[in-house]
């Protein structure tokens, strides 16, 4: 199975700072990453598919890069809604499989 | 808009089935697969299969045969997850989620299980 690997596992953000994640593939994937926020007793929520996609009404300080093995999402301008865990996920090939989340937390 | 609505919370012991339902609205349910994805607590996203609820067609993740059996039931526009022998391994929250061919897109809210006697 194709592993994904998230980094970092935290961070601890200021509002209005620059926010960059990691998402490595452990084999090429092409552009099949997605990005899922998931806020506090929430389910997931697509932000990002097809390596850089914005989904529909997801805001433009959201932006989602990478191709092959290596992936981030920048958030351009870190709001106090954003705080968050941030899943990235492949589905090149099955099964589908995520990243084990990097947490936003608020400094 | 669509909505996938999930039943609620079980409580169940261990070693006995539990039977979580998601009843989709706002399209045509033959039209999407229907994938299942399982969260412990604390931790990342595991996908466990999906229905094609056109056909009945299944696909699952090698680590969840025969402990998840997905059905669908068109005349409602239900899909269903039966988890058999549970242990506390099983306990976590369990999402449907609609699927366009790139990515999980909808999700629903989530049922969670818990295994205790």
């Known amino acids: 199975n194709i592993v994904m690997t998230q980094s970092p596992k935290s961070m601890s953000m200021s509002v209005g700072e620059r926010v960059t994640l990691s998402c490595k593939a452990s084999?090429?994937?092409?552009?099949?990453v997605s990005w899922y926020q998931q806020k506090p007793e929430q389910s997931p929520k697509l932000l990002i598919y097809?390596?850089?996609n914005r989904y529909t009404g997801v805001p433009d300080r959201f932006t989602g890069s990478g191709s092959a093995t290596d992936f981030t999402l920048t958030i351009s301008s870190v709001q106090a809604e954003d705080l968050a865990d941030y899943h990235c996920?492949?589905?090149?090939?099955?099964?589908?499989?995520f990243g084990a989340g990097t947490k936003l937390e608020l400094k | 808009e669509v909505q996938l609505q999930q039943s609620g919370p079980e409580l169940v012991k261990p070693g006995a089935s539990v039977k979580m339902s998601c009843k989709a609205s706002?399209?045509?349910?033959?039209?999407?697969?229907m994938h299942w994805v399982k969260q412990k607590p604390g931790q990342g996203l595991e996908w466990i299969g999906y229905?094609?609820?056109?056909?009945?067609?299944?696909k699952y993740n090698e680590k969840f045969k025969g402990k998840a059996t997905l059905t669908s039931d068109k005349s409602s526009s239900t899909a269903y997850m039966e988890l058999s022998s549970l242990t506390s391994e099983d306990s976590a929250v369990y999402y449907c989620?609609?699927?366009?061919?790139?990515?999980?897109?909808?999700w629903g809210a989530g049922t969670t299980v818990t295994v205790s006697s």
């Open positions: 706002g399209y045509t349910f033959t039209s999407y697969v």
């Open positions: 084999e090429n994937v092409g552009t099949y």
């Open positions: 996920g492949q589905s090149y090939s099955y099964p589908p499989t």
């Open positions: 097809g390596a850089s």
């Open positions: 989620a609609t699927y366009d061919g790139y990515c999980f897109d909808v």
């Open positions: 229905i094609n609820p056109y056909n009945d067609g299944t």
